[in-house]
């Protein structure tokens, strides 16, 4: 870091000169215009950039030595993750029949994903969203409200014995994982671009957080979509009576766990935060309960349910690591990076 002394001129006017290596490499010359961001935790960003409009950056990716479908999607989508505004996708000669179906599969699977160009060579794909108009106040909590809908669905499949409803429950996934990536790349395009950061009046700290706070639930989601593929081995098998009743008493804890991890959240509340991590053990006891029923079922009954108590405890635990983001978050509330917003319940 270098240490500038403020000189002030004219009486009125604050002055700090800007560094001569820094001021050469940027190629900043005499008169030349500079901007001046107010970051929101109250830092000044200095930069050759004038303009509020993120950097247009294209990915080029080669088709042609690409021959694993799943490959080709991971790459999609960690162009889509780093913030690139266009993914180009070439062959040297014909695409193989693949390409077009993982990419119809990425442009559905993401927000803002659309193919502009496409001949027998090339598919560009360029990003329609305006990054400003997806807060990431609203991405949480369209999130959770899934996320939560799903686990108590997969629970009532397993009680009900409802194979579409378990279905639905895995397929509901791909909502979740697109607004986690999107959070995931909003967060990249902030880190890349401060003015970005203005716009959206979000420090790129606090952006961070939130993206730790997507993968958590995310987490959560996949757990909900484990519990649901557990469900239907046992369609049409007899479940012991008090197991289930076990099983509803885990989950109901277990979501009850993750409404508060998300109520302190948005409330900025430490102390709920720090009494809802206790309350963990609690889970983990009844989950215990679950597996030591178990050992009175049939072996398929039996490992399926173990199966299913475990990732109702998985569910609890990351909700508690959403109560350990909160308090790590508010500690570091002296920066300035947190700002109530309306709880979603």
Excluded at 236 to 265: M, N, P, Y
Aim: proline share 3%; net charge neutral.
């Amino acid at each position: 870091m270098e240490i500038r002394r403020v000189q002030v001129t004219g009486g009125a006017s604050y002055v700090v000169t800007l560094p001569k290596d820094w001021a050469e490499e940027q190629k900043i010359k005499k008169n030349d215009p500079v901007g001046l961001i107010v970051q929101p935790d109250g830092t000044l960003l200095v930069t050759k950039k004038i303009t509020d409009e993120p950097l247009q950056r294209t990915k080029e990716i080669d088709s042609s030595i690409v021959s694993d479908p799943a490959f080709l999607f991971r790459m999609l989508i960690g162009a889509y993750i780093t913030g690139f505004s266009t993914i180009r996708i070439t062959a040297k000669e014909r695409f193989a029949p693949f390409v077009r179906t993982v990419v119809r599969d990425f442009t559905q699977m993401t927000i803002g994903q659309e193919v502009v160009e496409e001949t027998a060579t090339t598919i560009s794909i360029r990003d329609l969203l305006n990054p400003s108009e997806m807060p990431f106040d609203n991405t949480i909590k369209r999130m959770y409200v899934v996320v939560r809908s799903m686990h108590e669905d997969a629970i009532t499949a397993l009680e009900t014995q409802n194979p579409t409803l378990a279905q639905d429950v895995i397929s509901r996934d791909t909502d979740v994982d697109r607004l986690n990536w999107l959070i995931a790349r909003q967060t990249m395009m902030i880190m890349n671009h401060a003015g970005l950061s203005r716009k959206m009046g979000i420090a790129p700290g606090m952006a961070m957080y939130y993206n730790m706070l997507s993968r958590i639930i995310e987490r959560v989601g996949d757990h909900a979509v484990r519990i649901a593929g557990h469900a239907s081995p046992l369609m049409g098998q007899e479940i012991d009576q008090k197991t289930l009743a076990a099983i509803r008493k885990a989950s109901a804890l277990s979501l009850e766990i993750f409404d508060r991890s998300i109520v302190s959240f948005f409330n900025a509340d430490m102390k709920e935060a720090h009494r809802n991590i206790e309350s963990i053990s609690a889970l983990v006891k009844i989950c215990g309960d679950i597996d030591n029923l178990t050992l009175r079922q049939e072996t398929l009954v039996a490992i399926n349910i173990g199966y299913v108590a475990e990732s109702i405890r998985r569910s609890g635990e990351y909700a508690g690591d959403i109560s350990e983001t909160v308090i790590n978050l508010l500690v570091d509330n002296e920066e300035g990076l947190v700002r109530k917003s309306k709880s979603p319940r």
